[in-house]
């Protein structure tokens, strides 16, 4: 049997921890509190956990702007907290994945306290620091994330702009610095050695910058320079930390934030299989809901990654974007059809804590909008049961999402036709299937708005329909019906006649997984 990295096969769950569970009672989630919860991820049947940053941290951007890479932030826990996680993570066989935050800091951590605190501090170069332009504004035209204002921040102290892609308050890292590399490898390490399987590398595409800090082109001012940053310089740096991961044993891994919205820039981030060994691909988290469109993005992504011998990813929601059931109009039925889109196509599915209760975003009132980036509605609370505050000891830092009574984890887990339900069955179907798990991907010619595939591995088959219309649509005399006729339907997204032969009928919003009798 084919033995194919762990990361492969994993169904990875990324937890954000603010809003996961609090076992303290100050509003925030925490480390305990997310193992205090770890029975529903081994119900579940997730491979992996993500954990957006715990490290200390000022909270601007609610840990994206790391103060000290090497401890946990006391909202969250201790050490001692995290090593207990991992452990506890292990010994039920699932893998943790942190999340390295490596193109910028803190502007509190005290790398930048130094650097800012003279021109020829030791330090000083390790961000990047220019002077101003002949007319005293910014060296260039790069734009911030967040806010349409310049990536740039100028520091009367010593009389020059830093460079931020994100907020003043997250100074950009200068990777030209090998004494920045170094520490950053430190870092690396540091986590490795406690025991992590992997790191998310968060805007891991930014970390080279172009060393003659040129102008974004006209046609594209105005757009977050995070979002173009595209650059050689970063690519021998994803060599040397593939070969820091690859040289520790047990398969460690990790999966780059490439936030470029075209897959054709995002597929040399895998490099000759020297680079990242996952990345994430945003383009298709950005395709409405439509069989076209979708199967665009398939035959997008699987045409540039095949061929290189890269394994794709597959994400509809996270801590940054509306949450997939929001964005394709609030249906739940859709949602659950999307559900078994995303984890049956070729590739490692990334869940988003609380997408397996079908959680919508919360409606966030302005004055209880706290991110710079206005991404607050898909990081609401979890509801853990249908208690007044949902197993929360006291009024979470967010709003819960609507449908809180109804969706929480009890209740779904009660309910054998919930959402979390069809999450868990079809996750076990996904286990117990090399076709699923690893199978080439063939598309089918299917009626209009169905898309269709067959996942095959050796003898082994599965096919994948989904309805992307609200309509049920007869799928008779087409491609698709004479490549599964005869089959059993798995795993139906409304649970309908699972067990049974598929009749060639899909009913609106529905998605099925057949296999052969
Ligand atoms: O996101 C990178 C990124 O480009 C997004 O922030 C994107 O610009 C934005 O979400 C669009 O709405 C990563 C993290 O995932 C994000 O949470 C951080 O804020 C950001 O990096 C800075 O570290």
């Not at 039925?333 to 196509?345: K, M, T």
């Amino acid at each position: 049997m084919t033995t194919l990295p762990w990361w492969t096969a994993a169904v990875v769950y990324q937890i954000y921890p603010r809003s996961f569970c609090d076992s303290d009672g100050d509003g925030v989630g925490d480390l305990p509190g997310i193992r205090s919860r770890l029975d529903h991820l081994v119900r579940l049947g997730v491979d992996a956990i993500w954990l957006s940053p715990f490290y200390r941290s000022p909270m601007k951007d609610f840990g994206y702007d790391v103060s000290d890479h090497c401890d946990v932030d006391p909202v969250f826990g201790t050490l001692a907290d995290i090593d207990a996680l991992i452990a506890e993570c292990h010994a039920h066989d699932i893998r943790v994945l942190v999340d390295l935050v490596p193109n910028h800091t803190s502007d509190q951590h005290e790398w930048f306290q130094a650097s800012r605190s003279s021109l020829d501090d030791p330090k000083r170069d390790w961000y990047v620091w220019r002077d101003p332009a002949p007319d005293g504004g910014p060296p260039n035209n790069w734009v911030a994330a967040f806010r349409p204002e310049p990536a740039w921040t100028f520091d009367e102290a010593t009389g020059q702009y830093y460079l931020h892609l994100f907020l003043p308050e997250q100074p950009d890292l200068d990777w030209a610095n090998p004494e920045v590399v170094e520490a950053m490898h430190d870092v690396v390490r540091f986590w490795l050695d406690r025991g992590v399987d992997g790191f998310r590398i968060d805007v891991v595409h930014g970390i080279g910058k172009d060393p003659a800090l040129a102008d974004d082109p006209d046609e594209v001012v105005g757009i977050p320079h995070t979002a173009l940053n595209d650059r050689p310089e970063t690519h021998p740096h994803l060599r040397e930390l593939r070969r820091l991961i690859d040289s520790y044993p047990g398969e460690r891994m990790m999966v780059g934030e490439v936030y470029l919205l075209d897959t054709h820039l995002v597929a040399p981030y895998y490099g000759r299989g020297d680079e990242l060994h996952l990345s994430f691909n945003f383009p298709p988290l950005y395709t409405p809901w439509d069989a076209e469109r979708w199967r665009e993005q398939i035959e997008t992504t699987t045409g540039l990654l095949d061929p290189i011998g890269a394994w794709p990813t597959w994400v509809l929601s996270n801590h940054d974007n509306r949450r997939h059931r929001t964005r394709y109009g609030g249906s739940e039925p859709r949602a659950r059809a999307a559900a078994l889109l995303l984890l049956g196509l070729r590739g490692t599915p990334f869940l988003y804590a609380g997408e397996e209760l079908g959680l919508l975003d919360a409606e966030v009132p302005p004055e209880r909008v706290v991110d710079p980036g206005g991404r607050d509605g898909c990081r609401a609370p979890l509801p853990w049961d249908p208690t007044h505050r949902h197993g929360w000891p006291s009024e979470p830092w967010l709003p819960f999402p609507p449908e809180a009574d109804t969706h929480s984890a009890a209740d779904e887990w009660a309910d054998p036709r919930s959402t979390l339900h069809l999450y868990q069955r079809s996750m076990l179907a996904r286990r117990a299937s090399t076709a699923l798990r690893w199978g080439d991907q063939r598309l089918l010619t299917c009626p209009v708005g169905v898309l269709g595939w067959v996942r095959s591995h050796g003898a082994e088959q599965r096919a994948v329909l989904v309805n992307f219309t609200a309509d049920p649509v007869d799928l008779e005399g087409t491609e698709a019906f004479g490549a599964t006729a005869g089959w059993v339907v798995e795993v139906a997204s409304d649970g309908a006649a699972e067990g049974t032969t598929f009749r060639g009928r899909l009913a609106g919003d529905q998605a099925l997984w057949l296999r052969p009798r």
